[in-house]
């Protein structure tokens, strides 16, 4: 499975190799704009994309960003309730009596 994270592009940081620095939910990493590219580099700048292994592969609004990080913020909440959960069910039945070995 593919994710692409929402992103915001807030610098070029080397047009010849077409790079750019995005803020991906305050974490500033280095992408490649190659892929949204079709006009001005710099018109890129404030726009949002979707970015997936270092590359930005979509460019989206920002509603769809803020939805989108919601998105996976619950997302991440639920695993780690589904963990929580899997683990209590771990606990309880190495603590039942059937789980004992019988002699």
Do not use: Y
Not at 1 to 19: F, H, K, N, S
Not at 29 to 47: C, D, S, Y
């Amino acid at each position: 499975m593919c994710l692409g994270i929402p992103g915001q592009i807030v610098e070029i940081t080397d047009e010849a190799r077409m790079m750019a620095l995005a803020d991906v939910s305050g974490v500033k990493r280095e992408v490649n704009i190659a892929p949204v590219l079709t006009g001005a580099i710099e018109a890129l700048i404030g726009k949002w994309a979707l970015i997936h292994v270092g590359f930005a592969m979509a460019l989206i609004d920002e509603e769809e960003a803020a939805a989108t990080l919601q998105a996976l913020h619950d997302l991440g909440e639920a695993q780690e309730a589904l963990e929580a959960m899997a683990e209590g069910q771990k606990a309880l039945r190495q603590d039942s009596p059937a789980s004992e070995v019988q002699a």
